[in-house]
């Protein structure tokens, strides 16, 4: 069964540092990977999407990077702004069917 | 705009009683899902649907049901069955993986 894990659970930074948020999944037989974004009492805003054959997708001051192999997932903010304050959540596709499974998310603060 | 409406933004239940939250999209996507998220927690998948008058069961769908009657509308009930129903409930579509989730805005049930 797939597992998606993303540590910390919680992270604090000041404004105009970049953030570097990960997501590690158990099964590498993935389809993609997308990221969201989920402000308080709020939906998910999809950030990005990874096909299983990329290494990278890039989207304004935000780069996700993709190790099939290792499991593992990067989502870099450059030069983080208040606004960017919200929870972070990765999911993946597996290669069989079309769910997701999430990870619990990362509860991003950006300090003024 | 193309997009998922789900009504309402709140709802609240009394003991033994059924509610029906409802979701709606006109993005033509083919599959829908509801999900369940609980504080702190990440997102755990109650029912899915990938075509019209078919759908299946998820993780967690013991006192939940749906219905997809038509391809634009996946409206979940939750049933006096599911004994902890409090929680933020989201509706998601998909044209295919390939191109991701669309989320709704949620809606908050609680128990009163």
């Known amino acids: 069964k797939q597992e998606v894990t993303q540590i910390p659970a919680a992270l604090s930074v000041p404004e105009g540092e970049n953030l570097v948020l990960n997501c590690s999944f158990t099964?590498?037989?993935?389809?993609?990977l997308q990221w969201f974004r989920q402000d308080p009492g709020k939906g998910l805003t999809s950030l990005l999407l990874?096909?299983?054959?990329?290494r990278e997708q890039t989207s304004g001051r935000l780069n996700a990077s993709l190790d099939k192999s290792s499991g593992r997932s990067t989502l870099y903010i450059a030069a983080s702004q208040p606004g960017d304050s919200a929870t972070y959540l990765c999911?993946?596709?597996?290669?069989?069917?079309?769910?997701?499974?999430f990870g619990g998310g990362t509860r991003v603060l950006v300090k003024p | 705009d193309g997009g998922i409406t789900q009504s309402p933004k709140y709802l609240f239940r009394k003991e033994g009683q059924n509610v029906t939250l409802s979701c709606e999209q006109n993005?033509?996507?083919?599959?829908m899902y509801w999900y369940r998220q609980d504080p702190g927690q990440g997102l755990r998948l109650i029912y899915y649907?990938?075509?019209?008058?078919?759908?299946q069961k998820g993780d967690i769908a013991e006192g939940y049901s749906v219905s997809r009657e038509k391809k634009e509308s996946f409206p979940l009930t939750v049933t006096s069955a599911q004994k902890n129903p409090t929680a933020f409930y989201l509706c998601?579509?998909?044209?295919?993986?390939?191109?991701?989730?669309?989320f709704g805005s949620g809606t908050r049930l609680t128990v009163v």
């Open positions: 993005l033509n996507h083919d599959a």
């Open positions: 649907s990938q075509i019209v008058n078919d759908f």
């Open positions: 099964d590498s037989a993935i389809y993609n």
């Open positions: 990874i096909q299983s054959s990329q």
């Open positions: 998601a579509s998909s044209i295919d993986r390939n191109y991701g989730y669309t």
């Open positions: 999911a993946v596709n597996k290669a069989a069917g079309n769910k997701l499974t």
